[in-house]
C-alpha cells in the first residue's frame, strides 16, 4: 500500500526501504496520530486548530493525562461505558446509558442523585426522599417534613434527654427528661423529669404519680388507679375526688366554707370564734337512741338527748 496522499487520509500505509520517498504529507500523517504536547490549551488551540477526530494531546500546565478531540471538543480519556458531560459550570461521570451520575460543581461541591454506602445490607442509602440507615439489625428512614426530622422507628434514649425546644409525642418513655421548652405528648413515662417549659398532654407519668388531663380540669391522679384525684380548672376552681380525705396539718380557711352533707367534728379541742375573737370550744347537741348515758368527751355546753 502507499503512502497517504493526505496528512488526513485514513489508510494506514506500507512503506516499503528504498522505494518509497519520505514526504511531508507521510511525516504529518504520521504526527497527526501521536500524542501531542503543549504548553496550554491557548497553544493546542492555535497550534492545532483542526484536529482530526480521535487525535490525543497532552497539556503540561495540567495533569498531563491525555485528552482528545471528539470533533467539537477536547475531553479526558475515559475508561469503557464511562460516559462524561461537561459544560461551563460541571463535569458529570455516569455509566453509558445511566441516567445519572457523580456531578462535579466549579465551586467545589458534588452532586449525586442516590448514594449507597456500605456492603453486605449493612451502611446507608441516601437520596432525595431521605437516608435509609442500616447499622444493626433494622433499616430506619431519617427524612424531613414542613416542621422537622422525621424518624419512621421508635427511639431508644439511655441517657438524658436535653431539649430546648419542644418534644411532641404520642407517647414518651424516657428515664431521664430535662426541658427548656413545652413537652406535649398523650403519654410521657419518665422516672425523672425536669422542665422549665409547659407539659401537656393526655397523661405523664413520673414514678407513682400520673399526670392528666380531663377538661376543663388537669388531673393528678395515682397511676395504679382508684378514684382519688386533684384537679385544677382552667376556670380557677381546685376538685377534690375519692373516697375520704385527710387533713392532717392546722387548716386556715380564708375565705367561706361551704358544707353540703354532714359534718362531724370530734375532739375537746375543736375551736370556733367569729373574726377579732377569742376562740373557744364548739359546743352542740348529740342525739342518741335507746336511752343510753353519753359516753363522748364534749366541750362545756354541749346538750345530750336520748331518744
Given amino acids: 500500500m502507499p503512502a497517504p496522499p493526505t496528512a488526513t487520509d485514513l489508510a494506514y500505509p506500507d512503506w516499503t526501504d528504498l522505494v518509497d520517498t519520505w514526504r511531508e504529507r ?6 497527526n496520530r501521536v500524542v501531542s504536547l503543549w504548553a496550554d490549551g491557548s497553544g493546542r488551540t492555535a497550534g492545532q486548530p483542526s484536529p482530526m477526530k480521535g487525535a ?17 471538543a477536547w475531553e479526558s480519556i475515559r475508561y469503557p461505558n464511562l460516559d462524561v458531560l461537561s459544560d461551563a459550570t460541571s463535569v458529570t461521570l455516569r455509566r453509558l446509558g445511566a441516567g445519572s451520575g457523580i456531578q462535579l460543581i466549579n465551586d467545589g461541591s458534588v452532586n449525586t442523585v442516590k448514594n449507597v454506602v456500605g456492603t453486605g445490607g449493612l451502611g446507608y442509602v441516601g437520596d432525595q426522599t431521605g437516608i435509609a440507615l442500616h447499622v444493626g439489625a433494622k433499616t430506619v428512614k431519617l427524612a424531613t417534613d414542613a416542621t422537622g426530622l422525621t424518624v419512621d422507628s421508635p427511639v431508644s ?9 419542644a418534644l411532641n409525642a404520642a407517647s414518651a418513655t424516657i428515664p431521664n427528661i430535662t426541658s427548656t421548652g413545652t413537652i406535649s405528648a398523650a403519654a410521657i413515662t419518665s422516672s425523672s423529669h425536669q422542665s ?10 413520673g414514678g407513682d404519680v400520673l399526670l392528666g388531663s380531663a377538661p376543663p380540669y388537669g388531673t393528678v391522679k395515682h397511676k395504679s388507679g382508684g378514684t382519688a384525684a386533684v384537679s385544677v380548672g382552667s376556670d380557677s376552681t ?24 354532714t359534718t362531724s367534728l370530734n375532739g375537746a379541742t375543736s ?9 373557744v370550744q364548739v359546743a352542740g347537741v348529740i342525739a342518741v337512741s335507746g336511752n343510753v348515758a353519753p359516753t363522748q368527751n364534749a366541750p362545756d355546753g354541749t346538750l345530750y338527748v336520748t331518744y
Fill in 26 to 31: 507521510d511525516a504529518e500523517w504520521l504526527r
Fill in 56 to 72: 490525543l494531546s497532552s497539556l503540561q500546565n495540567g495533569y498531563g493525562a491525555p485528552d482528545f478531540w471528539t470533533g467539537s
Fill in 157 to 165: 434514649i439511655t441517657g438524658a434527654l436535653t431539649l430546648t425546644g
Fill in 196 to 205: 422549665t417549659g409547659a407539659i401537656t398532654g393526655a397523661t405523664v407519668t
Fill in 238 to 261: 381546685v376538685k377534690i375526688d375519692g373516697s375520704t380525705l385527710t387533713v392532717n396539718p392546722a387548716t386556715t380557711f380564708a375565705g367561706a366554707a361551704t358544707f353540703n352533707g
Fill in 271 to 279: 375551736q370556733l370564734a367569729p373574726a377579732g375573737k377569742v376562740a
